[in-house]
């Protein structure tokens, strides 16, 4: 199989989907890697690592996508890309379909074989290919929800850990999932007073035994999350449903219920955003401010820190990428029931449950195409 790497082209978005060494592998199972020159440059292998690997490096990206049956990717296709999908074509990469009606009929209408690795699921309800980058978006939601509380940059100028004599800033998590609770890890070394929100009362006990001292927990309902929102200065939204649109928790009307300079920073914007005020920014123009309040709502977070995303996102999607690849999607996913959830799209027919039910859609069963 021919495998096609482009150069992602999303605003800041630095992670390439494969690194030399998954070069390697996929030659050694007798596949053909034809890589966008530059490709792996902004996350640090340059073309030289993957040429040595057996690599094809090629400078037009229109010839990398017409020549490779397989496309891996890390962001999903943009409106500049939704020509270069054809019928048959896999394509590999985080899609979050419900978070975008375009996206969703462009992939439909090109025909092609949609595997996103946000909804891979195991046995156990886990998301392996999107584990690792929702750690880096979690830690990082910290860090950048520290910066923006510095009254420069738009925020109530509130040091997140405080000094001693002076309290430290509050915030409020809400999610106890891989984000939330990263979120809070780095929150709570800062030395933030933290609250864990979550409907899973199981998962709060478990975080109530082994987070630090300064992280309490509280169920989530919208009693508490207004009786809280008064006191926080940092809201994370963490919140999770797989393939779906994220709940929004946080109505306009309760923005005017914070203080000003208060900071949101929306890490479920990739699934349309648990803050109804909230909109995708980018890393270049990362905030906006309704009512006072400081939104961060940048979808590609993980591009930021592209050398650490790259490693931690490869780690998990080559082996699925392999298989893929060696037998083909369709045996692929028969002999895989955890890949088989990852398919979202086949031939123009909407195979996710969630994805459909977001537009209204027809879904069809992926029994139908197997």
């Known amino acids: 199989m021919k495998i096609g790497v482009p150069k992602e082209i999303k605003t800041h978005e630095n992670r390439v989907a494969l690194l030399p060494g998954g070069v390697k592998q996929f030659i050694q199972n007798g596949h053909e890697v034809l890589l966008q020159k530059g490709a792996g440059v902004a996350s640090g292998f340059p073309d030289d690592l993957y040429q040595q690997e057996g690599a094809q490096i090629v400078e037009d990206v229109e010839k990398v996508w017409a020549q490779s049956e397989m496309i891996m990717k890390v962001k999903e296709p943009i409106k500049e890309e939704y020509a270069r999908m054809r019928e048959g074509q896999v394509i590999f990469t985080y899609f979050h379909f419900a978070a975008s009606q375009q996206l969703t009929e462009a992939v439909v ?3 092609s074989i949609a595997i996103a690795y946000e909804t891979v699921e195991k046995s156990d309800g886990s998301l392996p290919l999107l584990i690792p980058m929702s750690e880096v978006a979690g830690r990082m939601a910290a860090q950048e929800g520290a910066k923006y509380l510095e009254k420069p940059l738009g925020g109530r100028g509130v040091l997140l850990g405080g000094i001693p004599g002076v309290p430290p800033a509050k915030t409020l998590v809400l999610g106890g999932g891989i984000v939330g609770v990263n979120a809070a890890k780095i929150t709570a070394g800062m030395g933030s007073d933290t609250t864990i929100m979550d409907i899973n009362i199981s998962k709060l006990r478990y975080l109530d035994d082994v987070m630090p001292n300064n992280v309490s927990t509280m169920f989530s309902s919208e009693a508490n999350i207004r009786r809280m929102i008064p006191h926080v200065d940092l809201v994370i939204g963490a919140v999770l449903k797989p393939g779906a649109k994220a709940p929004h928790l946080v109505t306009r009307e309760m923005l005017g219920m914070m203080n000003s300079g208060t900071v ?6 990739d699934q349309g955003g648990c803050f109804e005020t909230s909109k995708p920014t980018t890393h270049d123009d990362p905030t906006f401010v309704v009512d006072d309040v400081l939104h961060y709502c940048v979808a590609n977070m993980p591009g930021a820190v592209p050398n650490t995303s790259t490693l931690g996102l490869t780690n998990v ?4 990428a392999i298989n893929l690849a060696n037998k ?3 045996k692929a996913v028969c002999d895989d029931p955890e890949l088989k959830k990852g398919v979202n799209i086949v031939n123009g027919d909407i195979v996710y449950k969630n994805v ?3 537009f209204d859609k027809t879904y069809i069963p992926i029994s139908e195409h197997l």
């Open 109 to 111: 209408d090109s025909g």
């Open 264 to 269: 949101l920073v929306d890490v479920a914007i």
């Open 317 to 320: 999607t080559l082996p699925y």
């Open 328 to 330: 083909g999607w369709k």
């Open 356 to 358: 459909a039910e977001a």
